[in-house]
């Protein structure tokens, strides 16, 4: 596997580099807020204080067309791919620090399951947001140099990542909804594959340490 880039064109069947906004403000607070975990990776969904600044207005107006949205982060230090997830929309991610994105198209699924091989890396630069489509499927982001760990906006449909709906398994996908609008592929040597999630990541469960 190589880490190519966020700004390189391979991006662009994933996502897309999302600027014109000032996300100066938003990444200060994150900062301020939120802890960096040396050894494990934390996400909240939603968090007042990085809500309550500027950029809000302009990702839930211009970005999400005026959509309900929440703004919460993911920090920690990390590695692995472990699973993958994906959205009925999309997410937009914004590094306070360098990031490395593990992601795989949702296309790839097959009977529930894609191997790890499809998956590839990209560099986003601190500082940078980035969209990824609904079809794109992620999970935490990983450090981009080993031992460093990293803060990164999460920006989704408000309700996005909170419990789970009751519902009667129509169909596999069903099976594979682990929160609402986050239907999960965990790899089998994870916690989440432990705690009951669907094991759909066959292959090895990547680790970048040795390419960082």
């Given amino acids: 596997m190589k880490i190519q ?21 938003l990444l200060e607070t ?38 309900p949205i929440q703004i919460g982060y993911c920090n920690g230090t990390n590695t692995m791919l472990n699973c993958f997830e994906y ?12 990031v490395i994105l593990l992601v795989a198209r949702q296309q790839d699924i097959q009977d529930g399951k894609i191997d790890s091989s499809k998956t590839e890396a990209f560099f986003c630069p601190k500082g940078t947001a980035v969209e990824l489509y609904a ?35 129509k169909n596999p996908e069903d099976a594979m909804l682990w929160a609402a609008n986050k239907w999960l592929l ?9 705690d009951g999630a669907h094991v759909g ?6 680790d970048i340490a040795g390419l960082i």
Avoid: W
């Fill in 5 to 25: 880039s966020v700004k390189d064109e391979a991006f662009q069947v994933y996502g897309r580099i999302v600027d014109g906004y000032d996300y100066k403000e």
């Fill in 30 to 67: 994150l900062e301020a807020c939120s802890e960096k975990p040396a050894d494990s990776v934390i996400y909240v969904p939603s968090v007042e204080t990085l809500e309550n600044t500027s950029a809000y207005k302009d990702l839930q107006v211009n970005c999400y067309g005026g959509m």
């Fill in 87 to 98: 959205h009925r929309d999309s997410e937009i991610d914004i590094a306070a620090d360098d």
């Fill in 135 to 169: 079809t794109t499927l992620h999970y935490a982001p990983c450090s981009a140099k080993l031992g460093e760990g990293f803060r990164v906006v999460i920006v989704l449909p408000k309700g996005t990542n909170e419990e789970k709906p009751e519902l009667t398994v």
């Fill in 186 to 194: 965990a790899h089998k040597d994870t916690s989440e594959a432990a």
């Fill in 201 to 206: 990541i066959t292959g090895e469960n990547i």
